[in-house]
């Protein structure tokens, strides 16, 4: 009876702990897919305003009012385009028609973009025409002007793009002063502002008040300077800096303006981004949109780059995170290795090459650096000569200056012991 007992409290126990087990497991399954489902709902957007807030995030890729290169300038299409080949940012160009509506045209006149239906050039202008018959206009092709064919393309409103493109990319908007408190609250009311970036060329008190007045919100702000006077450009910096501006657009045709040089660029380091327009050479110092063109300015210390090719330097950014993550492996190898095996010399030379590698981690920087400091630490480390330890490699080492203390301390108890069986000679 006793023994029958027992056997029936232990089945129990373990029927208890079998249940139990059963409950954690799917406990921890469904914490486990909670997680999976939340990091699932971060969007696009999201961590590209993450990464815009933050100083040292990687490099930010905008295409320049879409993809120009297959679509008119600030169409749907082309918008469309741009996110699918991998653009962080769109910057598209806003403007007011008569009836109060916001449309994207960047010209105040309709004659460069947009034709009628028979193909006929536009010539009115858009705050004195209707929203209706914006958007019944047809698109030029890229950039327009007569030497681009008018397309079946049509100018869209700001609201249809802002809910058409959602979270799959952060907007770049760009307008004139007047009508900025007009485009704040069309995105206030879509519920937008924490996707959409505010472009102000204006003076640095214009962007500190428009900061201030919505510090609640947390907006983002690009602020833009245009100019070779040094004084100006680090006053210009210096002033969004103190306003919680998040990054400035620099531009200036001279290719060894001051906006390049280290006076102007060392001021991004801490707690703001610099951007750069490449699709024009009169705001990038004549510098190329392309491969060489972006290398030289990263490495300067540019990381928010406007293009007019977006697929390419979405693959250029892929790349520079690959060569980022291949020196950042082979800095840890380094690290990790015991240099009291190995030569004086070529220790000493991966020690100062391990230092160059992690500084330029720490800072904004180059396809073309990182991939040169690689191949420089990696011969450092393959010359590293090996050796038996016990000195490393070193002609002075800590056992022979104990050698020669010894000796000489010996020397000269023995000059002492000699003056002094001299004296009691005498």
Request: glycine residues 6%; hydrophobic residues 40%.
């Amino acid at each position: 009876m006793y023994n029958k007992k027992i056997k029936t409290f232990i089945s129990l126990l373990l029927a208890v702990f079998l249940l139990t087990s059963l409950s954690l497991g799917a406990f921890a399954d469904g914490e486990e897919k909670t997680k999976e489902d939340e990091k699932a709902k971060v969007t696009k957007a999201q961590t590209v305003m993450e990464e815009y807030f933050n100083p040292n995030g990687r490099i930010l890729s905008v295409a320049k009012q879409g993809d120009v290169s297959s679509f008119p300038e600030n169409s749907w299409q082309g918008i469309n385009s741009a996110i699918k080949k991998g653009a962080d940012i769109v910057e598209i160009d806003i403007n007011i028609t008569s009836d109060g509506f916001l449309v994207l045209m960047k010209d105040e006149d309709f004659s460069r973009m947009c034709v009628d239906p028979e193909g006929n050039t536009i010539t009115s202008k858009v705050s004195e025409t209707e929203s209706w018959e914006v958007i019944a206009m047809c698109l030029r092709q890229g950039r327009g002007g007569e030497a681009n064919e008018p397309t079946d393309y049509h100018p869209q409103t700001l609201e249809a793009v802002v809910k058409a493109v959602g979270d799959k990319a952060v907007l770049l908007l760009n307008f004139d002063s007047e009508i900025r408190d007009k485009v704040y609250e069309e995105i206030a009311s879509l519920d937008a502002l924490n996707r959409v970036i505010f472009r102000m060329d204006s003076k640095a008190g214009a962007v500190k008040k428009f900061i201030s007045s919505h510090e609640n919100e947390n907006i983002a702000v690009l602020g833009g300077y245009r100019g070779n006077v040094v004084f100006s450009a680090r006053g210009y910096v210096k002033k969004l800096k103190k306003a919680s501006a998040s990054a400035v657009m620099l531009g200036v045709k001279n290719p060894n303006g001051v906006i390049f040089d280290k006076s102007v660029m060392g001021l991004f380091s801490d707690s703001v981004r610099a951007a750069v327009d490449m699709t024009d050479p009169k705001n990038c110092g004549e510098r190329e949109d392309n491969e060489n063109g972006w290398n030289d300015l990263l490495s300067r210390g540019y990381s928010i780059i406007e293009t007019d090719y977006p697929d390419k330097l979405s693959d250029y950014i892929t790349q520079f995170e690959k060569e980022k993550a291949a020196l950042n492996d082979l800095v840890e190898k380094a690290k990790s290795l015991d240099m009291t095996k190995y030569g004086y010399k070529t220790a000493k030379t991966l020690e100062k090459e391990l230092e160059k590698s992690e500084k330029l981690l720490s800072v904004h920087t180059s396809k073309q650096a990182l991939n040169a400091e690689y191949s420089a630490l990696n011969t450092a480390i393959l010359n590293l000569d090996a050796s038996d330890g016990s000195t490393n490699g070193r002609t002075v080492t800590a056992g022979r200056i104990i050698a020669v203390v010894f000796v000489v301390a010996l020397f000269v108890l023995s000059q002492l012991v000699i003056i002094k069986h001299s004296k009691k000679e005498k």
